[in-house]
């Protein structure tokens, strides 16, 4: 924003013991700087810009605009505190705007503003890995305010796109449509990241099924902890929209209502997805070890059967290896022959015996 703040890390530890309300980025470090973007619209306008002054970031006065201020970067301390300050927003409410280990959230100011905190997934294909982002989202009377961390793909791109090409009721809705938008296609999303990560697992399982390797187990423990990184961001959205849709809130109308309603029940389904894949997780995790206890025992079925064989031709090769003077079959001339010969018949006795069994 063109003013030099101070970079901030994953300091957890400025944040014990400091009063409520004290604002400190609590994230990873960033190099680059915040960008706010405002857009005007309603029907028939629409108009997108850069901010650099903060002074042109106050809320809308015209009730036939809406206003939507997108900050896109929150580790600049000072310009998130001079938003809050032109928005007239509660310091505990820019505390977790900072805070991007803060879980999702809703809550009500008033009949100033709705507040809410929600977790944006994304599947990262180079990694193979389930990433996180954290979102911020502030419903005014005629205006939305959004905060997301900087990251290398706007999450509300979608949003801008619909909104410059007249697509869709955005344009046509007030705020309170547009904040629906903004939690439906962070909701929606996390239906691609589980389809993908459902893909994944069914990848795994058939590997592990065909071939299982020592290393498939260490690729579960990962799935089940991306898995649980899933669930915290989601499982906490059923109770926050399901008090929304129950609660009248003076910023949300009912037109509106009806469509968070299926948000919420997208995001049901989102946990119906989530522990069919912990059980398929599990299912996997026990045929992995079945399939290893029953190579391990094929193994050792395998050694058990030569461990057969050998044991009475030790024993003979023993007995004749003694080396007494009274013992004829050592003065035989074809003693040596009979006794491999008689040898030879036991290990095909043997094998045959086992063969017959179904040992090997």
Known sequence: MGKNHKK???YKDKKAFTSPGTLVYVGKHVAQTTRIKLVEFNEQFYHEKLIKDLNHCKPALNDNKIVWLDIDGIHEVQVVEDIGKH????????????????????????????????????????????????????????????????????????????????????????????????????????FVVLEKFGEKLEELEIKIVEKPEAGDQTLLYRFKRELMTVRKAALPLRDMFGTLIR?????????????????????????????????????????????????????????????AIFMPLTFIAGIYGMNFDNMPELHHPYGYFYTLGFMVLITIALWIYFKWKKYV
Do not use: W
């Not at 900072?98 to 809410?116: I, W």
């Not at 419903?139 to 509300?156: A, C, M, P, R």
């Not at 619909?162 to 904040?179: E, V």
């Not at 946990?271 to 299912?283: A, K, P, Q």
């Open 247 to 307: 609660e009248d809130s003076p910023l949300i109308q009912a037109s509106t209502n009806v469509y968070l309603r299926d948000v919420y029940d997208h995001i049901l389904q989102i946990l119906d997805t989530i522990e069919t894949y912990r059980e398929m997780i599990e299912n996997i995790q026990n045929i992995y070890l079945t399939n290893i206890s029953n190579k391990m025992n094929s193994v050792m079925k395998t050694l058990t059967v030569f461990t």
């Open 8 to 10: 901030h890390g994953n």
């Open 87 to 190: 928005y007239q927003l509660h310091a505990l409410l820019l505390e977790d705007i900072l805070n991007t280990e803060q879980k999702p959230k809703l809550e009500h100011f008033g009949d100033k503003h709705l507040f809410t905190i929600l977790k944006m997934l994304q599947f990262n294909p180079e990694l193979s890995q389930i990433e996180s982002e954290h979102v911020a989202l502030i419903l005014g009377e005629n205006y939305v305010i959004s905060f997301q961390e900087i990251h290398k793909t706007d999450v509300f791109a979608p949003i801008f796109t619909r909104l410059n090409a007249s697509i869709g009721k955005t344009r046509k809705g007030k705020a309170d449509y547009l904040f629906y938008s903004f939690c439906d296609l962070i909701v929606d999303n996390y």
